[in-house]
Every structure is written in structure tokens, then in C-alpha cells.
């Protein structure tokens, strides 16, 4: 039996069209299972989101909360060692609270990094108000947190801020 061309044309034509149909039956296939993946997964758009401004927020309490910029920020004049070792620490408390919410939406590791932060610049603002007359002036020990800030290579918010940047560049 011999097949005419005419024939043959629409078996190709079939054979096209029916390629066509499998080819958009399995990219719908595949397009599902990215999305049911995605799904399982928690990505999208939202959830990114939040993230990256929990990263946003975290930068900034980086850097509101390195020495050099705290000391900017609270004015020593009129102030004793006292006080304004109370209105750094203060200050420091006050930025950590505001944003403690926002560690669920970062790596567990990077949260423990804020929080070190917190607790490194504590210890030195303690440790150079401790070295001062609790009753001298609080000019005093602005003077020794610049002076220690500049005789340090880095602070540790500079490595926080690296960290911030890393990871939302993972992210994104």
C-alpha cells in the first residue's frame, strides 16, 4: 500500500501538532512542580520582602549602633561620666528592642552577630567609663570611646555590616 503525498503531508502535520500539544502539556507540568516546589519551599516575593527589610533594619542598627556614631548622636555637654554612660547604653538597648522582631526573618547565625554587637559595645562603653571618675564629665568619656575607636583596626559593626551585605546579596 502506498501512501500519497497528500497523505503524508497531513501524518506530518498530525505528528507536528501532536508534538506541539506534549510540548505545552509538559511545560505546564513543569510549571507546576516549580510552583508547587516554590510553595513547599516559602519563597515568593512577600517572604522575600521581609527579609530584606529585616536586613535594611539590621543595617541601620548597625550603624546607629557603632561607638563613633552613638557618641554623635548623644551630646556629652552638661553630662556626667554617669549619665551619659546611661544614655549610651540606653541608646543601644532602645535600637536592640526596637528591633528584635525581625529575627525570624534572618539566619539564626546573623541574629547572634546584632546581638554580640549589642554586647561588645556595652562592654566597651563600661569598661572605658569604669577607667573615669563617675562624676566627671561626660565629655570625658566621649573623648575615650573616639580615642579607642580610632586606635582599634575595625569595629565589630563593620564586619556585622559585611555580613548584612552577603547575605542580602545571597538573597537576592
Known sequence: MELS?????NIILGAIFMFFIAIAWLLAEFKGMKDN???RLG?????VKLKLQALERF???????SLKNLISRTPAAG???????LALLDALRSEYEYNVTQQIYVDPKMWKAIGNLKDQNTFIIN???ATLPPDANGIELSKRILEYVASTDSELNETVLSALRFEAKRIL
Open 43 to 47: 519563597i515568593n516575593n512577600e517572604v
Open 79 to 85: 553630662m556626667t561620666v554617669v549619665d551619659l554612660q
Open 37 to 39: 516546589i516554590i510553595e
Open 127 to 129: 569598661q572605658l567609663a
Open 59 to 65: 543595617t541601620l542598627y548597625a550603624e546607629r549602633s
Open 5 to 9: 503525498s497528500g497523505m503524508v503531508q
